[in-house]
T-cell receptor
Framework: AQSVSQHNHHVILSEAASLELGCNYS??????LFWYVQYPGQHLQLLLK??????LVKGIKGFEAEFIKSKFSFNLRKPSVQWSDTAEYFC?????????????FGTGTLLAVQP | DAGITQSPRHKVTETGTPVTLRCHQT?????MYWYRQDPGHGLRLIHY???????DKGEVSDGYSVSRSKTEDFLLTLESATSSQTSVYFC?????????????FGPGTRLTVT
């Protein structure tokens, strides 16, 4: 079965620090990849997605992610975090070729940015 | 927010009682999903629908049933609630954008089973 691993469960950074959150998936075929963010008390919102083309994907709020097929990874990055980036971040994968658009989510990374 | 609403937003119920959660969308999307979110588990798919009266199980479907009699409504039923079903439940739709798609989520329902 497909799975998604987020190895960093809880990350604490100071404002202006750089961020990289890891995401690895287990499926060897064609995948569609997503990063979602959940601010405290809110629902999930899409940060960015990868379907094809340039493996470096830029999303909203200055986030980007790089798809490295050989490493089965889709790590999320931001050069300089802000206090407002405090949230939980989820990586997700679709591996059924878009037949049902089902997503498999990682367990999430809780990011706390200290002012 | 893709026009997704969930009701109720909060519910407390007793073990053994039936509970139905409603998801309503206004944009005629074909695919709808029910997830539960629990600390340390992320989001896990309960059931999904690919059209009216067309549903299928997700990874954690035991103890849950769903129905979709209209495009806009997707109901999740706990036939006999248990404490292990205390969770936050999110409904989602899949919106196609050109050659790709993305899921949009509703505001969630916090369910407590006592």
């Amino acid at each position: 079965a497909q799975s998604v691993s987020q190895h960093n469960h809880h990350v604490i950074l100071s404002e202006a620090a750089s961020l990289e959150l890891g995401c690895n998936y287990s499926y060897g075929g064609t995948v569609n990849l997503f990063w979602y963010v959940q601010y405290p008390g809110q629902h999930l919102q899409l940060l960015l997605k990868y379907f094809s083309g340039d493996p470096l994907v830029k999303g909203i709020k200055g986030f980007e992610a790089e798809f490295i097929k050989s490493k089965f990874s889709f790590n999320l990055r931001k050069p300089s975090v802000q206090w407002s980036d405090t949230a939980e971040y989820f990586c997700a994968v679709n591996a059924d070729g878009g037949a049902t658009n089902k997503l498999i989510f990682g367990t999430g990374t809780l990011l706390a940015v200290q002012p | 927010d893709a026009g997704i609403t969930q009701s109720p937003r909060h519910k407390v119920t007793e073990t053994g009682t039936p509970v139905t959660l409603r998801c309503h969308q206004t944009e005629n999307h074909r695919y709808m999903y029910w997830y539960r979110q629990d600390p340390g588990h992320g989001l896990r798919l309960i059931h999904y629908s690919y059209g009216v009266k067309d549903t299928d199980k997700g990874e954690v479907s035991d103890g849950y049933s769903v129905s979709r009699s209209k495009t806009e409504d997707f109901l999740l039923t706990l036939e006999s609630a248990t404490s292990s079903q205390t969770s936050v439940y999110f409904c989602a739709i899949s919106a196609e954008t050109g050659s790709s798609y993305e899921q949009y989520f509703g505001p969630g329902t916090r369910l407590t089973v006592t």
